[in-house]
């Protein structure tokens, strides 16, 4: 089956394993996938993810992370879709929940959150939004 929107299809796996409360989801890999898992575990909203070459392409094994039996990820939603890409100038950069979630972005400078693209005074593409 073709994924016509693979990003979009990890978010819900996350988001529908944390209010499931599993402890840990696996979602088929690529590199920007692995980026993303990076974003995620460096802000702490998950506690580590594994990659497992099991064929061609790999599974991302990630391990949900919960606080008071509470998901730390209360929310998770894609912003820029196949459909109608998000593009946002340096100046423009959101603010998710007024600094208390972060925005995940694709810069020329690579994957950033919106406080690091700030820093580096860079824009781009709005990947999702996480709270």
């Given at each position: 089956m073709?994924?016509?929107d693979p990003i979009a299809n990890m978010l819900t796996?996350?988001?529908?394993?944390?209010?499931?409360g599993h402890e840990?989801?696996?979602v088929p890999a690529s590199n920007l996938k692995k980026e993303l898992t990076k974003i995620l575990k460096n802000e702490g909203y998950i506690k580590d993810f594994k990659y497992l070459k099991s064929d061609s392409k790999g599974t991302l094994r990630i391990y949900l992370k919960y606080k008071n039996r509470q998901t730390v990820i209360?929310?998770?939603?894609?912003?820029?879709?196949?459909?109608?890409r998000v593009y946002v100038?340096?100046?423009?950069?959101?603010?998710?929940?007024?600094?208390?979630?972060?925005?995940?972005l694709s810069t020329s400078k690579g994957l950033m959150t919106d406080k690091n693209s700030r820093e580096a005074n860079v824009g781009g593409e709005v990947l999702c939004y996480v709270w």
């Open positions: 073709n994924i016509t796996k996350i988001r529908n394993a944390c209010r499931a840990v989801v696996d209360a929310g998770i939603r894609r912003i820029s879709r196949p459909g109608l100038a340096k100046d423009n950069i959101p603010k998710v929940l007024g600094g208390l979630g972060i925005a995940i």
